[in-house]
């Protein structure tokens, strides 16, 4: 013994350790649990930040790919709005969110434009050309292109 | 993947920003993982305060400026800190340290196998920064766009400024890489903890890991709020000396304010429980002075512009009829899928230590708690709101928690802990500075 003074136990000295440790234990499980049960692939790198925050498929996964799809055709300054045929009249305010978000150099409207005079272009969001994407019957809208997660249309100049 | 990586470093290195607080606040005294996480909150400040004048002044943010002005920082707080810098020499990692790290690398996968992604990134927070980056400035006009009103124009600015810098370093916007910030941020958190309490430091890195995930809250702004929270409490809880908890509790709460509306019930909640403890009002004021005047600036350009819109929340009716059901709702929302062991764990702690110790964080987390009911009552149908957000915004009250076992656990004692603020050791200036 080296005869120096143990300091004097401090209240909760062992509350600490040990809640904390089983605690700590309970939730490490909880966590890997957790995110096993959202799904596999387990290490390929992510297609969209939404790949598995689901079980399922997130709606936002299709969105993002509709508007990455229809990027390219898109030339800047166009008006363009986002819409998901399946729901429509409605339409979802994170599509439109995520639009903003993708096309910085272009002016994204709301979708209740396209009844009224229409803005120059709409994303229609669906299943991976899908025939339900691509249709979206509209008098003022032909079809300019098809891809992943949904289909662009353009106002048609004559209409 | 260069765009990812160079966006990453751009955020990560905003320390080195801020290394000019270190000898200000005399977090030399302090552990070096805490030092460096107040580097981080001094750098990002300093940085999105740079990034708010020059927009006010209407001085469109370039590469070259904003890249000169982060090289300017960094080289005055280099000098600055020279005579308090020093590189530990042999780093010996302990179990708890560990431990934690264990959890940060499992939020990590997490969030790099976008498992805990939140909404609010792609929704609003994202849309924002890059439209402000292409902007060169804080963009009125696109705030102000009635097509884009449910992207929340008057939250503060913080978040997308700095993700806006990321942009205008890296070339575009790396959704991955900021992401990838919040296992960051949960360590620098952790480390502030670990300065009351290794094993509280354990338990926050093992109750944020789970809660960060379960409230999807990777990306969004509630892990900065919570890290600038964490860092205030820490600094207020467990003192080296009076200086310093000043200078980093200005720091803590200006982040706060300055990255989400609920930054401003926390740092009312501050002031309140500093009132309460019989805190020197000089202080207090020191505190909140840098906190006031970057929000008097938000609010008064969000007025100028007609933006105001959450701020706006308080004055709404209340709807008492939904308290019970708001009740319902949130204490359902706060089990994190866990049965309440967040809660419950820090609360045994507490119970079993010495709870005048963690007088000031318990008094913050319950003020939040019942700032979070307030407002909730204050919407016709809450349900939705309550559903969507209430995990993410009882993270305050919970790491005030947190921060309250670390102080009750009676391991901060020999750190110079003070049973109340008002006790708090002075250290004298030499002594701060050595």
Redesign the interface.
């Known amino acids: 013994m080296s005869g120096e003074e143990k300091p004097p136990a401090q209240p909760g000295s062992l509350a600490a350790p040990v809640v904390s440790s089983g605690t700590a234990l309970l939730l490490l499980i909880a966590l890997v649990v957790r995110f096993y049960s959202l799904g596999g692939p387990f290490l390929e790198r992510p297609e969209t930040i939404y790949d598995h925050v689901w079980p399922t498929r997130h709606p936002t996964v299709d969105a993002i790919l509709a508007v990455r799809g229809a990027r390219p055709f898109l030339p800047p300054g166009a008006e363009v709005t986002i819409i998901r045929p399946s729901i429509l009249p409605e339409w979802e305010p994170t599509d439109f969110a995520t639009a903003v978000g993708l096309l910085p150099e272009h002016r994204v409207v709301l979708p209740h434009s396209v009844a009224r005079n229409g803005p120059d272009y709409v994303i229609a969001i669906g299943r991976p050309l899908s025939a339900r994407a691509l249709i979206f019957v509209h008098p003022r809208y032909r079809l300019i292109a098809g891809f992943r997660g949904g289909a662009l249309y353009r106002k048609d100049e004559g209409a | 993947m260069i765009v990812t990586i160079t966006a990453f470093v751009a955020i990560a290195g905003l320390p080195l920003c801020g290394l000019w607080a270190l000898p200000l606040t005399g977090v030399n005294v302090l552990e070096r993982g805490r030092a460096l996480a107040v580097a981080g909150a001094a750098g990002a400040l300093a940085l999105s305060v740079a990034m708010w004048l020059l927009s006010l002044a209407g001085i469109p943010w370039t590469r070259p400026l904003l890249l000169a002005i982060a090289v300017a920082l960094a080289g005055a707080g280099w000098y600055a800190a020279r005579g308090v810098l020093e590189w530990p020499r042999r780093w010996r990692p302990s179990w708890t340290t560990a ?1 934690a790290g ?2 940060v690398a ?2 990590a ?2 969030v790099a ?5 939140s ?1 609010d ?4 927070w ?2 924002k920064a ?2 402000f ?2 902007a060169q400035k804080v963009d009125a006009h696109f705030l102000g766009d009635p ?2 009103f ?2 929340h124009p008057d939250y503060p600015p913080l978040i997308p400024l700095i993700y806006a810098w990321s942009i205008l370093v890296a070339g575009r ?1 790396a ?2 890489a900021v ?1 990838m910030i919040t296992p960051v941020l949960l360590a620098a958190s952790v480390a502030v903890i670990h300065g009351g ?1 290794r ?2 430091a ?2 926050s ?3 944020l ?2 809660t960060f ?2 409230s ?1 809250a990777a ?1 969004g702004a509630d892990v900065p709020l919570v890290f600038f929270e964490v860092l205030t409490l820490g600094a207020l809880t467990f003192p080296r000396d009076s200086r310093s908890s000043t200078a980093i509790a200005a720091i803590g709460i200006a982040g706060a304010v300055f990255s989400k509306v609920e930054g401003t019930t926390f740092a009312i909640a501050v002031i309140i429980a500093l009132i309460v403890a019989r805190r020197d009002s000089r202080s207090v004021v020191s505190m909140i002075a840098p906190a006031a005047v970057l929000l008097g600036s938000w609010l008064l350009f969000a007025g100028h512009f007609g933006l105001i819109d959450g701020y706006a929340m308080a004055g709404r009716p209340m709807v008492a009829e939904n308290i019970g059901r708001v009740l319902a709702a949130v204490v359902w929302a706060a089990s994190y ?2 049965y309440w ?2 809660w419950i ?1 820090p609360l ?2 507490i119970a ?3 709870y005048r110790r963690a007088f000031l964080p318990l008094t913050v987390s319950v003020l939040t708690l019942a700032a979070i009911v307030y407002f909730y009552t204050h919407a016709d149908d809450p349900a939705f709101w309550i559903a969507s957000s209430a995990q993410r915004v009882l993270l305050t009250p919970l790491v005030a928690l947190l921060v309250a ?1 670390a102080a ?4 901060g ?1 020999r750190q110079g802990q003070a049973k109340t603020p008002a006790e708090a050791p002075v250290e004298t200036t030499a002594a701060a500075t050595r």
């Open positions: 431990a264990l959890f499992v939020s996968y997490g196998t976008v498992r805990s992604s909404g990134l792609q929704y609003f994202g849309p890059i439209r980056a292409a097509n884009y449910r992207l916007f959704w991955m992401l309490s094993w509280i354990v338990l890195a093992a109750t890991a789970h995930a379960v999807y990306g899928e866990i062991l967040p764990a045994v702690i079993a230590g010495d076992a009750a656990s009676g391991e004692g």
